[in-house]
C-alpha cells in the first residue's frame, strides 16, 4: 500500500481511546503461563465460580496440572488432538488449558451438535481423547469406534456444586435431565476420581508460538465446517490485544462467563481474557435471560461480553425490573448488529457503556471495536482495528485494487490474531489467505474517520435483474418497523429476474401485522428492485449457537419447498 492510500494512512488511530497503543509490547507468554502467573499473584482469588460453587487460581491451576498429567499417562504428547464437548463447567475451562501446557491441540466442539457433526470434527481433527459430559457419554460411546478416539473422560453438572445443591443434585438430577447414568465401557473415566488419583506432575514441555494450539472449527454457516488453525501466537497476542483495548480495567474485574467457551468469541473476549487478566469468571452454561440475570443479580459482574440476542432477551425478560445490573461496567457486543433501542435501553439499565466489534473464527476472532470510554463510538459501524491490526477494503470485481474511502467491497485484514490456514486444506488455505491478508468474505466500507461498517456477507448477496441487492440494507428498513423484533433477507429463485429477495419476520410479542402493511412500509424506503417477492412471519428464525442468523438452512428450507 502506498502512502497516499487511505488505508496505509491508518485514519483510526486518530479515535483510539486514551492509553491503547497502536501497537502492542506482547509479553512472550503462552496461555498456561498466564494461569501460572495468576495462580502465583492471586492464589486464593476466585478463578471461576459455577453457580456459586467457587474455584481459585491456586486450585484451578492444580486442576490444571492433573488433567494434564493424565492426558500424558493416556499417551497425549504435542501435536495430538484432544476433543471438548462441554458447556461453559468449571473441567471445560481446566481442560483446554491442560491440553494446551502439553504442546497437544484442543478441538472445541459445540454440544449441541448431531452425532454427523461430531463425527466429521473427530475424524478431520484426528482426536485421540474425548472429554464430555455424563448427559452426552452414551452417545460418545456408541459413536468412539467410528473415530480415532481412545479414552472418554466425562463429568457432570453435579461435579462443582456449592452446599446444598451438592446433596440435593443426586436425588433430583437426573429427574430434571440434568444428570445420567453412564453405561459400562472400556477407556471411560469420571473426571474427579481421575483428577484425584493423579499427581499434578505434567512434563515440562517447550511451546513456541508457531505451535498450533487449536483447531476451532468454523460454525459450517456456509458449507462443511472447516478446521481453522490458531497458534500460540494467535491466541495469546489476541488476550493481549483486547486487555490493551480496555487498558482502564485492571486486577479487581469479574466477568461474565456466559458466551460459550467451545466458540472462539467466548474463548477470547471472556475465558482467556479473565484468566490473563486474574479476573473472577462467572460461568453461565445454559445463556437464556433468566440464568443471566440471576448470574448478574448474585454474582455482580462487571465486565459483559454478549451477543445481541441476550441483551435483547434480558431486555424483553418480565425480571429485568427487578435485577439491578448496575455492577457491568464494560460491554463488548459481536456476531451481528446490536439495534440502537437495545444499546440505549440497556446502558440506561446499567450505566455501562457498550462497545460493538468485529471478528471471525479465523482471526481469533477480534480484530475491529469501536473505542470504549472516552472514545468515539459510531452506532452502526463495527469500530476501528484494534492495535497491530491492518485492513483495506479491496474491489469486488478483481479481488486487488484499494477502494477509495465510502465504498464497499471485501474486507482484508492482516494481524498477529490472523490463523495459519485450514487444517489439510491447502486449497481453502490458499483462497483465503494471500501474502497474510485474510479474505474475510464479508462486504464492507471505510469511512474518513477511519471507522468500518459491514454491508453484506459477499456470499449473502443477491443479484436480481442485474442488480446487486445486499440483504442488510433490506434488513435494516424493517428493523425500524416499530412491530418487528428481527428479520433476515435472502434470496430465491425468481424466473424473470434470477433472483428476489426474500424477507423473514419475527414480529414483537403481541404483535400483528399483515404481508401488504410490510410493503407499504418498503415503499418510500427501498429502491423497487429491492422490494421482497415474499415476506413471511416466523415465531423465530435459526440460529447458530452464538446467535447468528442461519441463512443457510432457510435457504436449503425454501430450495426443498421448490424441489
Known amino acids: 500500500m502506498s502512502e497516499t492510500n487511505p488505508y496505509a494512512q491508518k485514519p483510526w488511530l486518530a479515535h483510539y481511546a486514551p492509553g491503547v497503543p497502536e501497537t502492542v509490547d506482547y509479553e512472550d507468554a503462552a496461555l498456561p503461563d498466564f494461569l501460572v502467573r495468576s495462580a502465583r499473584q492471586f492464589p486464593d482469588k476466585m478463578a471461576l465460580n459455577f453457580q456459586g460453587c467457587t474455584v481459585t487460581f491456586r486450585q484451578l491451576s492444580d486442576m490444571v496440572d492433573r488433567f494434564a498429567t493424565c492426558l500424558t499417562e493416556f499417551g497425549v504428547g504435542k501435536g495430538d488432538s484432544v476433543a471438548l464437548l462441554l458447556p461453559n463447567v468449571i473441567p471445560c475451562v481446566a481442560a483446554y488449558y491442560a491440553t494446551l501446557k502439553i504442546g497437544a491441540i484442543a478441538v472445541m466442539n459445540n454440544p449441541l451438535y448431531?452425532?454427523?457433526?461430531?463425527?466429521?470434527?473427530?475424524?478431520?481433527?484426528?482426536?485421540?481423547?474425548?472429554?464430555?459430559?455424563?448427559?452426552?457419554?452414551n452417545r460418545m460411546i456408541d459413536l468412539r469406534p467410528k473415530t480415532q478416539i481412545k479414552q472418554i473422560v466425562y463429568t457432570s453438572i453435579g461435579d462443582y456444586l456449592p452446599f446444598p445443591k451438592n446433596l440435593l443434585f443426586p436425588l433430583v438430577g437426573k429427574k430434571k435431565g440434568l444428570a445420567a447414568s453412564v453405561k459400562a465401557a472400556d477407556a471411560v473415566y469420571k473426571w474427579k476420581p481421575l483428577l484425584a488419583g493423579t499427581q499434578p506432575n505434567p512434563p515440562a514441555v517447550e511451546i513456541?508460538?508457531?505451535?498450533?494450539?487449536?483447531?476451532?472449527?468454523?460454525?459450517?454457516?456456509?458449507?462443511?465446517?472447516?478446521?481453522?488453525?490458531?497458534?500460540?501466537?494467535?491466541?495469546?497476542?489476541?488476550?493481549?490485544?483486547?486487555?490493551?483495548?480496555?487498558?482502564?480495567?485492571?486486577?479487581?474485574?469479574?466477568?461474565?462467563?456466559?458466551?460459550?467457551?467451545?466458540?472462539?468469541?467466548?474463548?477470547?473476549?471472556?475465558?482467556?481474557?479473565?484468566?490473563?487478566?486474574?479476573?473472577?469468571?462467572?460461568?453461565?452454561?445454559?445463556?437464556?435471560?433468566?440464568?443471566?440475570?440471576?448470574?448478574?443479580?448474585?454474582?455482580?459482574?462487571?465486565?459483559?461480553?454478549?451477543?445481541?440476542?441476550m441483551y435483547i432477551g434480558m431486555l424483553q425478560h418480565p425480571d429485568i425490573e427487578t435485577v439491578d445490573l448496575t455492577s457491568i461496567k464494560g460491554c463488548f457486543s459481536g456476531s451481528a448488529p446490536l439495534p440502537l433501542e437495545v444499546i440505549e435501553e440497556f446502558e440506561r439499565r446499567t450505566g455501562a457503556a457498550i462497545v460493538e466489534g468485529y471478528g471471525l473464527t479465523e482471526s481469533?476472532?477480534?480484530?475491529?471495536?469501536?473505542?470504549?470510554?472516552?472514545?468515539?463510538?459510531?452506532?452502526?459501524?463495527?469500530?476501528?482495528?484494534?492495535?497491530?491490526?491492518?485492513?483495506?477494503?479491496?474491489?469486488?470485481?478483481?479481488?486487488?485494487?484499494?477502494?477509495?474511502?465510502?465504498?464497499?467491497?471485501?474486507?482484508?485484514?492482516?494481524?498477529?490474531?490472523?490463523?495459519?490456514?485450514?487444517?489439510?486444506?491447502?486449497?481453502?488455505?490458499?483462497?483465503?489467505?494471500?501474502?497474510?491478508?485474510?479474505?474475510?468474505?464479508?462486504?464492507?466500507?471505510?469511512?474518513?474517520?477511519?471507522?468500518?461498517?459491514?454491508?453484506?456477507?459477499?456470499?449473502?448477496?443477491?443479484?436480481?435483474?442485474?442488480?446487486?441487492?445486499?440483504?442488510?440494507?433490506?434488513?435494516?428498513?424493517?428493523?425500524?418497523?416499530?412491530?418487528?423484533?428481527?428479520?433476515?433477507?435472502?434470496?430465491?429463485?425468481?424466473?424473470?429476474?434470477?433472483?428476489?429477495?426474500?424477507?423473514?419476520?419475527?414480529?414483537?410479542?403481541?404483535?400483528?401485522?399483515?404481508?401488504?402493511?410490510?410493503?407499504?412500509?418498503?415503499?418510500?424506503?427501498?429502491?423497487?428492485?429491492?422490494?421482497?417477492?415474499?415476506?413471511?412471519?416466523?415465531?423465530?428464525?435459526?440460529?447458530?449457537?452464538?446467535?447468528?442468523?442461519?441463512?443457510?438452512?432457510?435457504?436449503?428450507?425454501?430450495?426443498?419447498?421448490?424441489?
Open 114 to 137: 448431531a452425532d454427523r457433526e461430531l463425527d466429521h470434527q473427530f475424524n478431520d481433527s484426528g482426536a485421540r481423547v474425548l472429554v464430555t459430559l455424563d448427559l452426552l457419554a
Open 208 to 309: 513456541a508460538f508457531t505451535d498450533v494450539a487449536m483447531y476451532q472449527y468454523t460454525g459450517g454457516t456456509t458449507g462443511v465446517s472447516k478446521g481453522v488453525m490458531l497458534t500460540h501466537g494467535n491466541m495469546s497476542k489476541q488476550v493481549q490485544h483486547v486487555a490493551a483495548w480496555f487498558p482502564d480495567f485492571g486486577s479487581e474485574e469479574v466477568m461474565l462467563g456466559a458466551l460459550p467457551f467451545f466458540h472462539v468469541f467466548g474463548l477470547s473476549t471472556s475465558m482467556n481474557l479473565a484468566i490473563a487478566k486474574g479476573w473472577g469468571n462467572i460461568l453461565v452454561p445454559k445463556p437464556q435471560p433468566p440464568q443471566l440475570l440471576e448470574a448478574i443479580s448474585k454474582f455482580k459482574p462487571t465486565f459483559a461480553p454478549l451477543v445481541p440476542t
Open 364 to 563: 481469533s476472532p477480534v480484530t475491529h471495536v469501536n473505542p470504549f470510554a472516552e472514545g468515539k463510538r459510531k452506532v452502526g459501524s463495527i469500530g476501528v482495528p484494534i492495535s497491530d491490526t491492518l485492513c483495506r477494503i479491496v474491489s469486488l470485481e478483481d479481488g486487488e485494487t484499494d477502494l477509495p474511502v465510502g465504498e464497499s467491497g471485501e474486507l482484508f485484514i492482516k494481524g498477529p490474531q490472523i490463523m495459519a490456514g485450514y487444517w489439510q486444506k491447502p486449497d481453502a488455505t490458499a483462497e483465503t489467505l494471500t501474502d497474510g491478508w485474510l479474505h474475510t468474505g464479508d462486504i464492507a466500507k471505510m469511512d474518513e474517520d477511519g471507522y468500518f461498517y459491514i454491508v453484506d456477507r459477499k456470499k449473502d448477496m443477491i443479484i436480481t435483474s442485474g442488480y446487486n441487492v445486499y440483504p442488510r440494507d433490506v434488513e435494516e428498513v424493517f428493523f425500524q418497523h416499530p412491530k418487528v423484533m428481527e428479520a433476515t433477507a435472502i434470496g430465491i429463485p425468481h424466473p424473470k429476474r434470477g433472483e428476489s429477495v426474500k424477507v423473514f419476520v419475527v414480529l414483537k410479542p403481541g404483535e400483528t401485522a399483515t404481508v401488504e402493511e410490510m410493503l407499504a412500509y418498503c415503499e418510500d424506503k427501498l429502491a423497487k428492485y429491492k422490494w421482497p417477492a415474499e415476506i413471511e412471519f416466523r415465531d423465530e428464525l435459526p440460529k447458530s449457537n452464538v446467535g447468528k442468523i442461519l441463512k443457510k438452512d432457510l435457504r436449503a428450507e425454501e430450495q426443498q419447498k421448490r424441489e
